[in-house]
C-alpha cells in the first residue's frame, strides 16, 4: 500500500483516425509527466477519438488485447514506471468494443468493455456492449473504471461495500454537453464516498464537434482536487488512502445503502 497515489490526467488533442499521430503525441508527451506520477490516464479511444462512422472504418482500426496499440503501452509503462488508463477499439471474434484498459509498469493488464452504449451517436450500431466494469487491485489501492457514457448510469457506477477507492471515467464528451459531464463526475464521487477522476480530449470530430479537455479529479466530499499548471496541460491530483478510510468510518453512508442486483439480459 502506497499512502498516496499520484495521478496525472492528459486530456489528449486526439486527431481522429490518425492512430500514428496519436501514440506519437502520447510517447512524447510522457516526456513531460511528473517522475513520481504512479497512474496516468488517458481519454476515450485515445489512439483514434471516437468514431462510428461505418463499421468497416471502425475495424480498420481496430486490434486485439495483443495488438500494436497495447504492445505500445506496455512499453511505455515499463519505461516510465507508471501504469497507464484509457480505452481503444478492440476486436474479439469479429465483433467490436470500446475496451478499458489498465496497464502497469510489469505488464499486467486488466480490461473490460464499455456497458452503456451512445445509441444517439450511433455507437450501438457499430459496438457490442461489455457486461462488466473494469475492477484492479493497484499498489494497494482498488481502483474501478467506466468509458464515457457509463457515467450517467449511477447504478452501473455503484460503490457496493466500499469495492473501489478511485473510479475513473474516461471519455470524448463534447463541449456542447460539458456541463453534464461535470456534475456528474462530482455526483458519483457524493454518492459512492470514493474519489472520482475524469479524463476528457480535446479537438475536433469528424462531425465537426469540438472537445474542451474538461477533466477534473473529486474526492469524497465532491471537492475538485485537480492541480493545473499554467505552463502545461497535464492535471495532477494527490489521493490519501487515509483521508478517504476515516472519512468513511466518520459518515459511513455506505452501510445504509439497498441491495441490488444487474441485469445483464436487458
Keep these: 500500500m502506497i499512502p498516496n497515489l499520484h495521478i496525472c490526467l492528459l486530456p489528449m488533442p486526439i486527431k481522429w483516425g490518425d492512430k500514428e499521430a496519436n501514440l506519437n503525441y502520447l510517447e512524447e508527451k510522457l516526456r513531460e509527466v511528473h517522475p513520481g506520477t504512479d497512474l496516468l490516464i488517458l481519454p476515450e479511444m485515445f489512439s483514434t477519438g471516437f468514431i462510428t462512422s461505418g463499421k468497416e472504418e471502425v ?3 481496430a486490434e486485439r488485447n495483443s495488438g500494436e496499440t497495447v504492445d505500445f503501452l506496455k512499453r511505455l509503462a515499463a519505461r516510465h ?3 497507464i488508463a484509457g480505452s481503444f477499439i478492440a476486436d474479439t471474434g469479429g465483433s467490436l468494443f470500446n475496451r478499458a484498459f489498465f496497464i ?7 480490461f473490460a468493455d464499455k456497458r452503456h452504449l451512445f445509441t444517439m451517436g450511433g455507437e450501438d450500431k457499430i459496438f457490442s456492449a461489455g457486461d462488466s466494469r ?3 487491485r493497484y499498489r494497494g489501492w482498488n481502483i474501478s473504471m467506466v468509458v464515457c457514457y457509463d457515467i450517467r448510469f449511477p ?3 455503484r460503490n457496493k461495500e466500499n469495492e473501489y477507492d478511485l473510479l475513473i471515467a474516461v471519455a470524448n464528451w463534447p463541449k456542447a454537453r460539458v456541463e ?3 456534475h456528474l463526475l462530482k455526483a458519483r464521487a457524493l454518492e459512492n464516498l470514493s474519489y472520482v477522476c475524469g479524463v476528457n480530449c480535446t479537438g475536433t470530430d469528424l462531425n465537426g464537434y469540438s472537445y474542451d479537455g474538461a477533466s477534473h479529479v473529486f474526492d469524497f466530499k465532491g471537492a475538485d482536487i ?19 478510510l476515516s472519512f468513511r468510518q466518520k459518515f459511513p453512508a455506505w452501510k445504509d445503502a439497498d441491495s441490488f442486483e444487474i441485469n445483464l439480459d436487458i
Design 180 to 182: 453534464a459531464w461535470t
Design 155 to 157: 447504478v452501473w457506477c
Design 59 to 61: 475495424r480498420a482500426l
Design 134 to 136: 473494469l475492477s484492479v
Design 226 to 244: 485537480s492541480m493545473r499548471s499554467d505552463n502545461s496541460d497535464l492535471i495532477y491530483a494527490s489521493l490519501s488512502h487515509e483521508k478517504l
Design 104 to 110: 502497469d509498469s510489469y505488464g499486467e493488464e486488466a
Design 81 to 83: 514506471g507508471l501504469a
